[in-house]
């Protein structure tokens, strides 16, 4: 009898896993402070469900982020999508591959991209590596292989010569 009770309580878990998935809106003036405040490794992955490089990058994001767990790596999800497209789709992709990611709460590029790098022009997809206690930053304004993502992360993490 436990057995079934413990196994209807995975099932019950499994279940929901997924449920509440929904994409925060964010200023760009709070994802500032989330920058300038972060004491590890942290990477700032730009994104839409419209753009193509940004959905073949993700799940690079998402295997790194597992992978260098361990040595405070956190992988921060920005959506760019239209105001149109949240919550509805935004959320239900996010649900889909299973991330959390905020959405940008700004519709002036003009204003919000040169606040997280001078260089941004707006290309999506876009990233920011960032570690200030090693004080590192980098910015790509291009689409990311994984062997290109795994170097990034080596010297982000202060691996590197």
Do not use: H
């Not at 995975?10 to 964010?26: C, F, N, P, Y």
């Not at 469900?49 to 998402?62: D, H, L, N, R, V």
């Amino acid at each position: 009898m436990m057995k079934v009770k413990v196994l209807i309580l995975v099932l019950v878990l499994l279940s929901m896993e997924g449920i509440g998935q929904e994409a925060q809106k964010i200023k760009v003036t709070d994802l500032e402070k989330i920058i300038s405040e972060s004491r590890g490794p942290l990477i700032v992955n730009f994104w839409a469900t419209f753009c193509k490089p940004c959905m073949e990058e993700i799940p690079y994001f998402q295997k790194m982020q597992v992978k260098y767990e361990k040595d405070g790596l956190q992988v921060l999800f920005v959506s760019l999508d239209l105001q149109d497209d949240y919550p509805k789709k935004v959320n239900a992709f996010i649900k889909k591959r299973k991330m959390s990611t905020y959405f940008l709460d700004e519709t002036n590029a003009d204003y919000f991209c040169p606040r997280v790098d001078e260089k941004w022009s707006g290309v999506i997809p876009a990233t920011l590596f960032i570690n200030n206690g090693k004080n590192y930053r980098k910015f790509l304004e291009e689409q990311i292989s994984e062997d290109v993502f795994e170097n990034e992360i080596q010297e982000l993490l202060g691996r590197t010569n």
